[in-house]
């Protein structure tokens, strides 16, 4: 079974702390994503990768950033922590599917983040 | 514009109870895919099914069914005699068959059976 390892459940920081969180896959996906869940507002796209040093913007890519420098691990980057900053995040895996998501999304477990 | 709407925000029923959970998408696209997840209180967020847009068939899997309709732009899941386990929030997402997009999801439906 594919699965995806998000290295922290509950993650408490301070603002203007720069935040690091990882994601690794162990099913050799080309496709990860990074998404932010609230309450309300469901599921959002933060970035998303295709291929090792490749990455798209998502819906909501403000105040982030990622790195794919290896195939198996999508890191995403808080430069700069802010409160509204504070929510559960997923990463998630997928097989190419011609660069498309048509493929079922394989998720970790989320990261609460909770910037004070 | 691409969107999938789930207007039940929160569902309570008892065991055994039917239940269903509604999604509306909208789309442009002749090709495209809709999925629904599964997010239990554990929070990882789990695949139940996908479907192709040209496969209008309904699918049935146990005590789960989605009733597929295109003409209403529609992808409705049902619990047949629901149980505790099946507490969750329920998302229904959508993608297009296009390279450099990603999944649309709707805002997702809690499901609480109680006993």
């Known amino acids: 079974d594919v699965k995806v390892t998000q290295s922290s459940r509950y993650l408490v920081k301070r603002t203007g702390e720069k935040v690091f969180l990882e994601c690794v896959q162990d099913?050799?996906?080309?496709?990860m994503f990074w998404y932010r869940q609230d309450p309300g507002l469901g599921l959002r796209l933060i970035y998303f990768?295709?291929?090792?040093?490749?990455?798209e913007k998502g819906d909501i890519p403000e105040g982030y950033s990622v790195s794919r420098e290896k195939k198996e691990r999508f890191s995403l980057i808080l430069e700069s922590a802010s409160t509204n900053q504070t929510s559960m995040y997923l990463c998630?895996?997928?097989?190419?599917?011609?660069?498309?998501?048509?493929?079922?999304?394989?998720f970790g477990s989320g990261t609460q983040l909770s910037v004070l | 514009a691409q969107k999938v709407t789930q207007a039940q925000t929160e569902i309570s029923v008892v065991e055994k109870e039917d239940v269903t959970l509604d999604c509306v998408y909208e789309?442009?696209?002749?090709?495209?895919?809709l999925f629904w997840y599964k997010q239990p209180p554990s929070g990882e967020l789990v695949f139940l099914i996908r479907?192709?847009?040209?496969?209008?068939q309904n699918e049935i899997s146990g005590r789960y069914s989605w009733n597929f309709q295109k003409s209403t732009s529609s992808f409705n899941f049902t619990i047949t005699a629901s149980q505790v386990v099946d507490s969750a929030v329920y998302f229904c997402?959508?993608?297009?068959?296009?390279?450099?997009?990603?999944?649309?999801f709707g805002k997702g439906t809690t499901l609480s059976v109680s006993s």
């Open positions: 998630a895996s997928s097989l190419p599917g011609g660069g498309t998501t048509n493929e079922k999304l394989f």
């Open positions: 099913m050799d996906h080309e496709n």
């Open positions: 990768s295709y291929d090792v040093k490749m990455k």
């Open positions: 789309t442009r696209d002749t090709t495209y895919y």
């Open positions: 479907r192709n847009s040209f496969d209008e």
């Open positions: 997402a959508l993608s297009r068959n296009q390279a450099g997009t990603a999944l649309i």
